[in-house]
Each structure stands twice: as C-alpha cells, then as structure tokens.
Nanobody, 119 residues
Framework: QVRLVESGGGLVQAGGSLRLSCAAS????????AGWFRQAPGKERQFVAA????????YYADSVKGRFTISRDNARNTVYLQMNSLKPEDTAVYYC????????????WGQGTQVTVSS
C-alpha cells in the first residue's frame, strides 16, 4: 500500500512563501507521476502541478506558473512544492497525489495540508 504524507502548510501573508513536502512510502514505481492539487472551500479540486518521477519534467496550472516550483528527491521519495509570491486566492487544502502508471489516473492521495494566505 502506498502512503503519502504532506507537510509544510501554514499561515502566511500575501507575497510570502511556503514549501510543501510529500513523502511517499510503500510500493515503488518506476514511471509514475507525482502531482499537487488544491481545493478551496466551496470549490472543486483543481490541478496545481505535476512532475514525472524519472525525467523530472514539470507541468503547471496557468494560475501558478512563474510562482510555484515542483521538484522531487528520488533518494528520499519526496516531492516538493515551493510556493512564492503567494496570493489570498492560493488559500486551499493542498493534496499530494500519485499516478503510478502515468496515465492521468491519480490512484493515491495524501491527507492534505492547509495553506492560508492572508491579505
């Protein structure tokens, strides 16, 4: 069974930065994609960023391009989301997810970590 544990959320003022971490344990996958999603109150969950584990190719939602950076540490089985120039509209619960077959299906999810950006 795969387990994903997020950390690093918190309260920050607009313009500030946070770094989220997602530690994966359990099965290992050779070609999976790791992603970050977020869900604000009353809104649907939305894609934020993803990275291919083998090549490290990143993908971003337009709303976070230029402000967020996704990266991974193969040795630690950890994915990071560096968030800079945060805006109040970035406030949400952020979830880490794993697509084990790189086919767009995220089968494994973490419990989420709250990010609150004050104006």
């Amino acid at each position: 069974q795969v387990r994903l544990v997020e950390s690093g959320g918190g309260l920050v003022q607009a313009g500030g930065s946070l770094r989220l971490s997602c530690a994966a344990s359990g099965r290992t996958f050779s070609h999976y994609v790791a992603g970050w999603f977020r869900q604000a109150p009353g809104k649907e969950r939305q894609f934020v960023a993803a990275i291919t584990w083998s090549a490290g190719n990143p993908y971003y939602a337009d709303s976070v391009k230029g402000r967020f950076t996704i990266s991974r540490d193969n040795a630690r089985n950890t994915v990071y989301l560096q968030m800079n120039s945060l805006k109040p509209e970035d406030t949400a619960v952020y979830y880490c997810a794993l697509d084990p077959d790189a086919d767009g299906g995220y089968d494994y999810w973490g419990q989420g970590t709250q990010v609150t950006v004050s104006s």
